[in-house]
Structures are given as structure tokens and as C-alpha cells.
């Protein structure tokens, strides 16, 4: 399916807003076809029940967080809990209606965390690697930016006087968050130092710096808008932020040099200066002195990479938070706006263990991702908060074998009627769950950093795991194709809704509907 250019002529000026007021789209965003076939849907749904409106909206995106990280994750829930595991249900998943999500981007069957999340926050899909902009961009090509930008839905939520903001496990400059911000010719472009210079001559602007200026950025795009910025910004990255300069170092720095960036600029230091009365938090001791009902806005690093893993979080240097405590805090800062709110929040660090082929962590940062949204649940009205939970694509992660009822989730298979593994054709037991493609086995015994799997060549094909203990968090399943790292899936995801707008989550859908849905519970654009 081909877009019409959105050219810049093309560009219709936003109204003059008041807090209340919805919001008119680029008019070739608004009629670009994969917008205009998700809001045929949305308006064929429309006629089945009543609708309401939100005042807030939270869309939570476990990122790689596909079907069968879903089962297993319940499964152990239960388990840790002292059940059998198959009967219970994770947080959301009792939520009154699923729909199930087709992830594919327009140029790729399976696709990646940047095109997935821009159609999420736009209604229109694009191609994988590019972030906020639509499929007529070229990747790495910055001169094919301009014009080709899209509106996102935290964008639009700012235009109508809301709070917004944006919590992530990964760093705050990855994909999935970028997308909800920035628009980017290259998703890799997270600081200056990893742009092409041809890209910096012609003016593109990083992701980091994109982050920072989104006040100034936004209200040159259109006329005659005045917002506020992102009120609450949490997660990873600080690398992006830093010089590359070791005086610019954080008190936890790991690396003799934190920063990256080779342009001078502490995009931190220009960020407390912008926001005086905003709050620069990099530890567990900086979150927890916050004080929510008197906090004007949270820009929080806390890590130069990455967040850790739950299961490694008691390692982290000066200490993080969980992610249901970030949600909570968050919350209890944007709801001092009586306009409401829309926040965005992913659990990261799913995907990067499935990465690492390594359920243990995966399904634990599931159960984390599921707390954080029991803390949304439990923190906000149900009959004007609009919470949605998805995913942006799965991961080749099965579940396998003729495992009997309770049998450990990441336990090796015991069939019905037995009480010791079952062996394969080849003589050797096998696990439950298991990878398609990956780094493959790894018996990494304590080890709570699945990202330590990258210290080896692959291994593929099979183990004999007689004596392995599988269900410590250092096991990583095995796998069938050897890779460098284990890949996404193309199978859909699922979405799960509850509050005002959520009868519109049903059937199988396109995953730029997800935007539709956040419109049509907040009203942020005109017809």
C-alpha cells in the first residue's frame, strides 16, 4: 500500500487550542490510507455500543511480549504463588476486551520496535527502522524527514493541554519511546555520535536532543500552539544525554567516560536550565525524595544503557526503582492536571532477554510489566482512565512438549502419569519452553544479567541437560538456528482494554487502530 506524500505545503496549521479543544491532522496524515482504513474501523465499532469519553489514557507496551510470553508468564505467576500456574491470569488479562494485533510493517512480514510503535502512536504503519514518520521516508536518508513527519497521540495530548509522559525500562531514546517524540530518518540516531555526518550537515536532529527541545520543537511545527512539555520522563540512556567528557560523569557512572555525545552539549544541564522547577533524578535515593503532589515535572536516568533486569535491579550501582513504582510516582505527578493526562510506558527489557534467549528473565520482567499495570489500575478511576495493554510484535519463543499439568514452567518435561523427564529421540531430556533461533544453550547458573549470554559464540542444536538445573535464571533455553541474537516473530500480539473507549478493542485489528482507540477516548483531532 503506497501513501500520498505529506508534503509540506500539505500541512494544515493547528487552531489556536484551548485546554479542551481537539486538534486538526497534516492533511495528508488524516487521509493517508492506512489512517483512513484503521478509522473505517473504528467508526464501524462506533454503532455496536455507547462510547465515553476519557480524561486520561495509559497505554503500556511490553515489548516483545507475544502470546506465548504471556502463557508462560501466568503460568509461573502461579506457580510462584504455590498453584499449578495454568489457571490464573496475569493483571490485564481480565481486563473486559482483547483484540488480537497484525504486526507487520509495510516493507517487513516481521517487524521491528520502531515501526510498530510509530503506527501505536500515529494510526498510520511505516517501515521498519524509522521513527514518526510515515513509509515514504527513506532510512538513513535525512533529507526525506521533512514532509514526511507524523503527529503522534502523546504530540496531540500536549496540543490540548494535558500532561504526558514517558516511561521505559530500555533507555528513553530507544524505539519504542522515541517513537512516542521524535522523528527520525534512522532509529539507531539516538545521540549526534551515531549519526552519519551527512545527516548532521543537512540539519537532522538526534533523538536525545529531539527529546529536550520537544517544547520549543512542537510549537514550530504549528502555529499558534502553546504547550508545556513532557511533564514525567523515566528510564535508561543517560549515555545520550552526556558528553563525552568524564567531568560530565553521573556519582554511579560504571564507564571511565559515561557520555557519548561528541558535540560538547550536557543535554541534562540544558534541561534543568529550560525547567528550573523540574526535578533531575539518576538513583533510587532521587526517586524515592520525590515528592509527586508537589512536583511540577521528573526528567529520571538511571542508568547510562539500559535499565537492568528485575531479576538484576538489587546490582544496579545507586539503586532503581520498579517499574510499578515508576508508574505509580508517574501518575501521582501527571494527575495534578485537572485536564487529564496521557502516558506511555514500556517494559522494555522483555524483549531484550528473549533477545538473549533467556525466559527466566523474560517472563519475569512479564510479571514486573503486569505489576506495573495492576499500579496504574489501582491509582487511577476506572471511569475516566482508558488503560491499554499491549505488545509492539512477539519473539520466536514456544512452548513445547507434553508437559503435565503444573509441571515448572521452566522446568525440563515431565509427561502426565510420569515423575521423571521425558526423553527425546535422542536420549536427552528436553525443556518446556524453548527458542527457534538465538545464542542457544547457556548455563550461566546465578547470573541475573541475560545480556551476559553475548560473551560466547552460539551454540545450536542440543545439550544434554540431565544434570542442568533449567529453572535458575542463568539457564538459556536452546535453540534450533544458530544467530547472534534471537529474532521477532510475525504472529499477532494481543491488546487488552478497560475504561472508557475500551469496547472498541475487539476482533483482529491493525495495530495503527491502537491510535484510533486513544483519539477516540480523548477526542484530540477534528474530522
Known amino acids: 500500500m503506497k501513501t500520498l506524500p505529506l508534503a509540506a505545503s500539505a500541512l494544515v496549521s493547528l487552531t489556536t487550542a484551548t485546554a479542551a479543544s481537539a486538534q486538526a491532522l497534516p492533511a495528508d496524515q488524516s487521509s493517508n490510507p492506512w489512517f483512513t482504513d484503521a478509522q473505517s474501523s473504528m467508526n464501524a465499532k462506533l454503532g455496536q455500543s455507547e462510547g465515553r469519553s476519557a480524561k486520561n489514557v495509559i497505554l503500556f507496551v511490553g515489548d516483545g511480549m507475544g502470546i506465548s510470553t504471556l502463557t508462560a508468564s501466568r503460568i509461573l505467576e502461579g506457580q510462584n504463588n504455590g498453584n499449578p500456574g495454568e489457571e490464573g491470569l496475569l493483571s490485564f488479562e481480565s481486563f473486559p476486551y482483547t483484540a488480537l494485533v497484525k504486526t507487520y510493517n509495510v516493507d517487513a512480514q516481521t517487524p521491528d520496535s520502531a515501526g510498530t510503535m510509530?503506527?501505536?502512536?500515529?494510526?498510520?504503519?511505516?517501515?521498519?527502522?524509522?521513527?514518526?514518520?510515515?513509509?515514504?521516508?527513506?532510512?538513513?536518508?535525512?533529507?526525506?524527514?521533512?514532509?514526511?513527519?507524523?503527529?503522534?497521540?502523546?504530540?496531540?495530548?500536549?496540543?490540548?493541554?494535558?500532561?504526558?509522559?514517558?516511561?521505559?525500562?530500555?533507555?528513553i531514546t530507544h524505539a519504542t519511546p522515541a517513537a512516542t517524540y521524535a522523528k527520525s530518518a534512522d532509529r539507531n540516531w539516538e545521540d549526534i555520535s551515531d549519526m552519519p555526518q551527512d545527516a548532521i550537515d543537512a540539519g537532522c536532529e538526534?533523538?536525545?536532543?529531539?527529546?529536550?527541545?520537544?517544547?520549543?520543537?512542537?510549537?514550530?511545527?504549528?502555529?499558534?500552539?502553546?504547550?508545556?512539555?513532557?511533564e514525567v520522563v523515566m528510564g535508561g540512556g543517560r549515555r545520550h544525554f552526556l558528553p563525552n567528557d568524564s567531568a560530565a560523569n553521573s556519582p554511579d557512572a560504571v564507564s571511565g567516560t559515561e557520555g557519548d555525545r561528541?558535540?560538547?552539549?550536557?543535554?541534562?544541564?540544558?534541561?534543568?536550565?529550560a525547567y528550573p522547577n523540574g526535578s533531575y533524578v539518576f538513583d533510587d535515593t532521587g526517586f524515592a525524595a520525590l515528592d509527586p503532589d508537589n512536583t511540577e515535572r521528573v526528567f529520571a536516568l538511571f542508568n547510562e544503557s539500559h535499565m537492568q533486569y528485575e531479576a538484576d535491579r538489587g546490582n544496579d550501582v545507586?539503586?532503581?526503582?520498579?517499574?510499578?513504582?515508576?508508574?505509580?510516582?508517574?501518575?501521582?505527578?501527571l494527575d495534578n492536571n485537572e485536564a487529564g493526562f496521557f502516558m506511555m510506558v514500556e517494559s522494555g527489557r522483555i524483549d531484550h532477554a528473549h533477545h538473549a534467549g533467556n525466559a527466566f528473565n523474560a517472563l519475569n520482567d512479564t510479571l514486573e510489566f503486569?505489576?506495573?499495570?495492576?499500579?496504574?489500575?489501582?491509582?487511577?478511576?476506572?471511569?475516566?482512565?482508558?488503560?491499554?495493554?499491549?505488545?509492539?510484535?512477539?519473539h520466536v519463543f514456544t512452548i513445547a512438549g507434553y508437559p503435565k499439568r503444573g509441571n515448572p514452567i521452566l522446568g525440563k518435561v515431565v509427561e502426565v502419569g510420569a515423575t521423571t523427564p521425558a526423553q527425546a529421540t535422542d536420549g536427552?531430556?528436553?525443556?518446556?519452553?524453548?527458542?527457534?533461533n538465538g545464542l542457544g544453550f547457556r548455563d550461566l547458573g546465578s547470573e541475573t544479567d541475560a545480556d551476559a549470554s553475548y560473551a560466547a559464540a552460539p551454540v545450536s542444536g542440543r545439550v544434554d541437560l540431565m544434570g542442568v538445573d533449567t529453572e535458575t535464571v542463568g539457564f538459556?533455553?536452546?535453540?534450533?538456528?544458530?544467530?547472534?541474537?534471537e529474532t521477532h516473530a510475525g504472529e499477532d500480539i494481543s491488546l487488552h482494554a478497560m475504561g472508557p473507549g475500551s469496547q472498541y478493542t475487539q476482533g483482529v485489528v491493525e495495530q495503527n487502530i491502537v491510535f484510533h482507540v486513544i483519539n477516540q477516548a480523548l477526542g484530540l483531532i477534528t474530522e
Request: charged letters at 20%.
Open 118 to 171: 510509530t503506527s501505536m502512536m500515529t494510526g498510520v504503519k511505516t517501515d521498519v527502522g524509522v521513527i514518526g514518520v510515515d513509509e515514504d521516508i527513506e532510512r538513513g536518508d535525512c533529507s526525506t524527514v521533512s514532509g514526511n513527519e507524523l503527529v503522534t497521540a502523546l504530540e496531540l495530548a500536549e496540543i490540548a493541554g494535558k500532561s504526558t509522559g514517558i516511561l521505559s525500562t530500555a533507555r
Open 206 to 230: 538526534d533523538i536525545a536532543s529531539q527529546l529536550v527541545n520537544f517544547e520549543s520543537n512542537l510549537e514550530q511545527r504549528f502555529t499558534g500552539i502553546d504547550v508545556d512539555g513532557i
Open 262 to 273: 561528541n558535540d560538547g552539549r550536557n543535554l541534562v544541564t540544558e534541561w534543568t536550565t
Open 318 to 333: 545507586a539503586g532503581e526503582p520498579s517499574l510499578a513504582e515508576m508508574t505509580a510516582t508517574a501518575i501521582d505527578v
Open 370 to 394: 503486569a505489576a506495573a499495570v495492576q499500579a496504574a489500575v489501582d491509582n487511577t478511576d476506572p471511569s475516566e482512565t482508558l488503560i491499554l495493554v499491549t505488545a509492539d510484535h512477539s
Open 428 to 436: 536427552m531430556p528436553y525443556t518446556t519452553l524453548g527458542y527457534a
Open 476 to 485: 538459556h533455553q536452546e535453540t534450533l538456528v544458530p544467530l547472534g541474537s
